[in-house]
């Protein structure tokens, strides 16, 4: 029968394992959240450098048709 102090280092570190895959599950989660995040962003920083790029056309396209 192994000795007591084994068996509660055994649970100690059975409970330190599950902890631990926990957080490692929440730490996987939150980089994949944060990549979803910067493509997210990324894809509206194109979307507005489009939208000046069409209103600056536009407003030189008004300012030719006046002169």
Do not use: F
């Not at 068996?7 to 631990?20: F, G, I, P, W, Y």
Request: charged share 25%; proline share 3%.
């Amino acid at each position: 029968m192994p000795h007591p102090l084994v068996e509660k280092a055994k649970s100690e570190l059975e409970q330190a394992q599950s902890q631990l895959d926990t957080a490692l599950a929440a730490w996987d989660t939150s980089v994949a959240e944060l990549w979803r995040t910067s493509l997210a962003l990324t894809q509206a920083q194109k979307r507005v450098t489009h939208a000046h790029e069409l209103l600056r056309d536009a407003l030189d396209a008004v300012s030719d048709a006046r002169e």
